[in-house]
C-alpha cells in the first residue's frame, strides 16, 4: 500500500572511516523530507567509538548503529541493514558520500515510475578531495539514460537506486562476488523488474579522493569482474560480450594478441585502445 507519507529506509554499511561516516549521516539528517529511518552497520572496525557516540548523542530514534562481533564483508553487511528496513521504500548511502538536501524528496517526486520500472537513480556532483562552498561549484557527473545496449556493457547507474524495499530484499547482493556487487544487483532488479528511470535531478555529492572514477587493476578486481562475467554472460548479446572483456583485459592489465584483438575489436572498443594508448 502506498502513502502519502511513507517510511523510507536507508542503509549504511562502514568501516573504519568514522569521519567520513559521520558527514554522511549529517547529509541525512538534513534532508527535507523527515520520514525515514537509517540503518547504519559497522562491520567490526577497530576504530568505532567516536562514531558510536555521535549517534547516541543524536538521540534520533529514526538512526540505529550496530558494531558487528566479527568482519563478514560489504556485501553481508549491506544485506544485513536491508533485511531489518521496515520502510516501504529503500535506498542506501556509501559511508564516504554525502547527500543534498532534496535527495528523498526528489526520488519521491518519481516513485509513480516504480509501477513499470526496477528502481530510480539520479545525477551526482563528483569532489576528488578539494574544498568547497556549494554543491554547485563542484563539477556534474551526468549519468546516461538507461539504455540496455549500454548498461549491458557497463554500470551505467552508479552506486545507489531508489526502489521498493521489498525488492531490494528479493534482490539481495551476492555475497560470493568480489567486484562488481552494485552491477550484478542492479541486473538482477532490471531483468526481474524492468528498466530504471533517471532522474535528472542532482542529489549526491561522490567523493572520489582518489581522483579518478574506475575499475583498479588488482587480481582481486579481475578475479571479481570475472565472476560477474561468468554469472551473466548469458544475458549479453555479441557486442556486450565484447566489452565486457575487453574490460577484463584493461583490469587485468593485461597486453592482447593480435588473434585476440580482432576478435574483440569493435568501434566502441577501438576507441577504449585508441584512448588506453593516449594515456600512457
Request: aromatic share 14%.
Amino acid at each position: 500500500m502506498t502513502t502519502d507519507n511513507p517510511l523510507i529506509s536507508i542503509y549504511m554499511p562502514t568501516w573504519n572511516r568514522q569521519q567520513l561516516a559521520i558527514r554522511a549521516i549529517k547529509s541525512v539528517l538534513r534532508q527535507d523530507y523527515p520520514h525515514w529511518e537509517m540503518i547504519i552497520v559497522d562491520d567490526c572496525s577497530s576504530s568505532y567509538e567516536q562514531l558510536q557516540k555521535f549517534v547516541e548523542d543524536l538521540n534520533d530514534p529514526r538512526v540505529t548503529y550496530t558494531h558487528n562481533a566479527f568482519n563478514s564483508g560489504a556485501c553481508a553487511v549491506r544485506n544485513q541493514a536491508i533485511i531489518q528496513a521496515q520502510g516501504q521504500y529503500i535506498t542506501g548511502i556509501d559511508d564516504d558520500d554525502e547527500w543534498l538536501p532534496n535527495r528523498l524528496s526528489v526520488f519521491l517526486q518519481h516513485r509513480h515510475q516504480l509501477v513499470s520500472r526496477a528502481f530510480l537513480y539520479a545525477n551526482d556532483y563528483v569532489c576528488k578531495g578539494e574544498v568547497y562552498s556549494q554543491p554547485t561549484s563542484l563539477p556534474l557527473y551526468p549519468k546516461k539514460a538507461y539504455s540496455r545496449r549500454q548498461f549491458y556493457k557497463r554500470n551505467i547507474i552508479g552506486n545507489q537506486v531508489f526502489t521498493w524495499a521489498w525488492r531490494y530484499k528479493a534482490c539481495l547482493f551476492d555475497t560470493t562476488l568480489k567486484a562488481a556487487q552494485d552491477y550484478d544487483t542492479f541486473l538482477r532488479m532490471v531483468v526481474a523488474y524492468g528498466e530504471p528511470w533517471k532522474v535528472e535531478e542532482v542529489t549526491q555529492i561522490l567523493h572520489v579522493n582518489h581522483g579518478e572514477m574506475q575499475i583498479t587493476s588488482s587480481p582481486h578486481q579481475f578475479s571479481g569482474y570475472f565472476q560477474f562475467y561468468r554469472k551473466h554472460k548469458s544475458k549479453f548479446d555479441r557486442a556486450s560480450k565484447k566489452y565486457q572483456l575487453f574490460t577484463l583485459y584493461q583490469i587485468r592489465n593485461k597486453r592482447m594478441n593480435w588473434r585476440t584483438l580482432l576478435t574483440l575489436l569493435s568501434v566502441r572498443n577501438s576507441k577504449r585502445l585508441a584512448d588506453g594508448l593516449r594515456g600512457r
